[in-house]
């Protein structure tokens, strides 16, 4: 479940790298998630969790859904991931 969710975080870091039409701040506000998942997996690895980080995830998604659907799609398998490993 963690390999999954390493690929879907490098599918966004793609996304973003390919220069979809997005914000510059929209553009932040995807890579500090991204960190920030990053971030609670390596807690979750010590036993910590955050229930807060699909919190985070699913308003990304709410918020990129009309303008970004790719991005949102991404942002969902993400979510799932995490609700599969139980963070």
């Given at each position: ?11 966004l870091r ?19 998630l991204i ?53």
């Open positions: 479940m963690a390999e999954d969710l390493h690929q879907q975080l490098q599918a793609d996304h973003l790298d390919s220069n979809p039409p997005i914000t510059e701040e929209e553009r932040e506000e995807l890579n500090n960190a920030d998942v990053e971030l609670k997996m390596s807690a979750e690895n010590a036993g910590l969790s955050d229930p807060s980080l699909i919190d985070g995830v699913k308003l990304a998604v709410e918020r990129f859904e009309v303008a970004h659907p790719t991005t949102a799609g991404t942002l969902r398998n993400i979510m799932q991931s995490l609700a599969n490993m139980g963070i």
